[in-house]
């Protein structure tokens, strides 16, 4: 569809959609694993035209459009399509003893008609991995992509008009305005991926109709390495988190904070593998094809102004630093000597740059780290289980990794999400399932007999009796 969509045309399809959530209700398990396959085999044929669009948008590499895109996307539904049978059956309650002779059992029902709004940075992962758990679920989508990844919305639009009804699953491409019509409307639940700032506008119009929401933010996710560890390997492991995607990345280490005895060591480590990845001898990395670029000259203004303020008070660089406006590059670039009052520590980066800090303490550490809204992810590098084990028990976050980083999202078997400002439910696998569901409770009495009814008014001396022995053995 169009960005200058109509609004009455939005409401032709809100209202197609919310006739078609009940009949989708009816839907066998079976039926909805067919279009979970429907969707996957797609995939697997289109693989070329969805790394063209992606490249069109991002310069993404093709190859880590396989591994970051489609990859994940393609686990995710095998994921859904082995479990889908378990997790949409009937979960029997066992017994309870005033209750006697009751059965109890949750009956799994989709919410029914689902608003999916879906970011840039991964403009295919993560506007399909929730549409998998909505459909997995038996909702209806409205699914708005990122109009600024156009190409690959296009792509998007086309593949869903192939795969499903229009009644069923609906792209809708547009700005800011077709966002705040979409969000006027009455949906059962909105999946947000974005922005804090962004998250927040979306709660509150969700809230006008009580919508359930899940949010999945951002934030600042530190980096802490213990002296006791591989540099060399954390340096690698490091590198590949944080400039994956050009550091356009929700999980992306935005910070590290590094014990102070370790702290030269890691900045040479880290030249070492920012050469051995971006720089090869036969190129520069601003021709690399295997590193992204800023997806518009607006957010590398951003960068650029948030560097330059760090360099202007006092930063210093450990490798990169090269910018190129024509290209929308930004190399991937270190920085060491780092105020605390800069907004590279301040705001959340969505960039390949990396201030790096340094730490005596663990409890100094930990203060910091909690001094800031809670991430989206902790990175906690360490050969000492001890060490980890305290980090986690006094920190809080979204997701943690120990002596990894960014690898949790590709794993479906996973929850993911924040807590606090970095978002608010889960997705993936069976927790996106729920996240779409209504877990219904429901109690089969048996006719001619309930235990309660020998509580019913009036209350006299033998049912005093009868909630006093109750509360006895409570």
């Not at 934030?219 to 540099?231: E, N, R, T, W, Y």
């Not at 001898?281 to 650029?304: M, S, V």
């Not at 019913?456 to 009868?466: D, L, T």
């Amino acid at each position: 569809m169009q960005a200058n969509i109509d609004a009455t045309v939005i409401e032709e399809v809100f209202r197609k959609q919310k006739a078609a959530s009940m009949r989708l209700k009816q839907k066998t398990v079976q039926e909805r694993l067919d279009s979970l396959r429907q969707l996957k085999e797609w995939i697997k044929s289109n693989r070329e035209k969805i790394k063209e669009a992606v490249w069109d948008d991002l310069k993404k590499p093709p190859t880590e459009t396989d591994l970051t895109e489609i990859y994940v996307v393609l686990s995710e539904i095998s994921h859904a399509v082995k479990w889908l049978p378990k997790w949409a059956g009937v979960h029997k309650i066992k017994g309870y003893l005033p209750l006697v002779g009751s059965k109890s059992y949750i009956q799994m029902e989709p919410k029914g008609m689902a608003l999916i709004i879906s970011p840039w940075n991964y403009p295919f992962n993560l506007a399909i991995g929730p549409l998998v758990s909505a459909i997995a679920a038996g909702c209806t989508v409205v699914l708005k992509p990122s109009e600024m990844a156009p190409s690959t919305s296009r792509l998007i639009g086309g593949m869903v008009s192939e795969v499903f009804r229009e009644e069923e699953v609906t792209v809708i491409e547009g700005g800011p305005l077709v966002v705040q019509t979409l969000l006027s409307k009455p949906f059962d639940h909105v999946f947000f991926t974005g922005s804090p700032a962004v998250g927040k506008s979306v709660m509150k119009a969700a809230s006008e109709h009580l919508t359930s929401v899940t949010l999945e933010l951002g934030g600042k996710s530190p980096v802490l390495i213990d002296k006791a560890c591989k540099i060399s390997e954390v340096a690698e492991r490091v590198v590949w988190g944080k400039f994956l995607n050009c550091g356009q990345t929700c999980v992306a280490p935005d910070y590290v904070l590094v014990h102070e005895t370790e702290a030269d060591r890691f900045f040479e480590e880290m030249k070492v593998q920012v050469r051995k990845m971006f720089n090869p001898k036969d190129r520069g990395t601003a021709n690399n094809e295997d590193y992204g670029r800023i997806i518009n000259p607006q957010h590398l203004e951003r960068l650029q102004d948030m560097f330059s303020e760090a360099l202007d008070k006092g930063a210093q660089i450990v490798v990169g630093g090269e910018v190129d406006k024509a290209g929308n590059y930004m190399a991937p670039t270190v920085l060491r000597e780092i105020r605390t009052d800069l907004k590279l520590m301040q705001e959340e980066i969505f960039g390949p740059l990396l201030p790096v800090l340094t730490y005596s303490d663990i409890d100094e550490a930990i203060a910091f780290i909690n001094s800031k809204p809670k991430p989206l992810a902790i990175y906690v590098f360490t050969e000492e289980d001890f060490f980890s084990d305290y980090v986690l028990t006094h920190t809080s976050s979204g997701t943690a990794v120990i002596n990894d980083c960014a690898v949790q999202f590709g794993h479906p078997g996973l929850p993911f999400g924040g807590v606090g400002q970095s978002g608010m439910g889960k997705s993936h696998g069976y927790y996106g399932f729920l996240a779409f569901s209504n877990q219904k409770a429901v109690l089969h009495q048996k006719t001619g007999f309930t235990p309660v009814r020998n509580l019913y008014p009036p209350y006299g001396f033998k049912k005093r009796k009868i909630v006093s022995l109750f509360l006895r053995f409570k």
